[in-house]
């Protein structure tokens, strides 16, 4: 179990985290927040890349950092761009990694070409990383993040970049990860994680806006989202969450108290509750 307890984190003047404490325990945890909110700075300090100003970080009531490298044995760890060797194939890319974590080569040659038909590299092992999509390098990072077979998995912002066909792959395989360890995975792309996430924590002001599912996320925003067309006055009070296009033409979601004048009630998605609670002040 991963707690967070009263952790702030502060650059000279600037609070990037505010008092955050949590909880995480085994499966999917999506951290959904804008850029800028401390996404990146909270998954840093549990990769013990960055240290907390105030509070502590414990791994079954230890405190990590008095843990060391007994820790970061348990941890896998994919950063929004990972350095690798551009001329390297992945199969010698992952035992070079596997040499630095001190894995014996025939052991870690077994979990390599355990990892590779896991993230679906088999076909791809011996090409140069330089020839690679984003999507296959990501896999690529994927796997060395899992060489350890990590207790706790955590990953920056990984699908940026990706076409949604390998977003949907990524997806799929964070799921399989997910059975008996801790996946906390960093986005601010909402359909990353609505499908896999079981707990979805998001940051606000710096601070813990709330941990919890998405259908109860979901829920908070029920009888408030309604759909207009296009060109309808949004009344003061009333925030334009989005539009589509609908078989009649463009349509506008809202968020209102009370239904608008043309309006039909909509059931709220996540991305919906993404777009309330992060609403851009001054827009109607």
């Known amino acids: 179990m991963l707690s967070i307890e009263h952790v702030t984190k502060q650059y000279g003047k600037l609070t990037a985290l505010d008092d955050i404490s949590l909880t995480f325990t085994s499966g999917v945890y999506g951290l959904l927040s804008p850029n800028g909110a401390g996404k990146t700075t909270l998954i840093k300090m ?3 890349l960055l240290f907390p100003t105030k509070g502590q970080i414990l791994w079954d009531g230890e405190d990590i950092l008095a843990l060391g490298a007994k820790y970061r044995g348990m941890l896998g760890y994919l950063p929004q761009q990972f350095g690798y060797y551009p001329g390297y194939t992945p199969r010698q890319f992952l035992r070079y990694a596997a040499a630095l974590q001190c894995i014996p080569k025939k052991t870690a040659d077994g979990r390599i070409e355990r990892l590779f038909e896991l993230v679906g590299l088999s076909d791809a092992t011996d090409k140069k990383l330089k020839k690679l999509s984003g999507g296959m390098l990501q ?3 994927i796997a060395v993040a899992m060489l350890n077979d990590p207790k706790l998995l955590l990953l920056d912002e990984p699908t940026a970049g990706l076409d949604p066909r390998e977003r949907v792959r990524f997806r799929n395989l964070i799921h399989a990860l997910s059975e008996d360890r801790i996946v906390i995975l960093s986005t601010h792309i909402v359909s990353d994680i609505e499908t896999i996430a079981s707990q ?3 940051l606000k002001d710096h601070r ?5 599912s998405p259908a109860h996320i979901r829920e908070k925003f029920k009888d408030k989202i309604f759909e207009v067309p296009s060109g309808t006055g949004i009344g003061t009070g009333d925030y334009l969450l989005s539009e ?4 009649a033409g463009t349509v506008l979601r809202v968020l209102s108290d009370a239904c608008p004048t043309g309006g039909t009630p909509a059931e709220p998605g996540l991305e919906d509750a993404f777009l309330a609670i992060y609403r851009e002040e001054g827009r109607p």
Do not use: H, K, P, S
Request: net charge positive.
């Open 244 to 247: 589509r296009q609908g078989n």
């Open 208 to 212: 813990l806006y709330c941990c919890d």
């Open 139 to 141: 896999r690529v990072g």
């Open 200 to 202: 979805i924590v998001m």
């Open 46 to 48: 549990l990769a013990t």
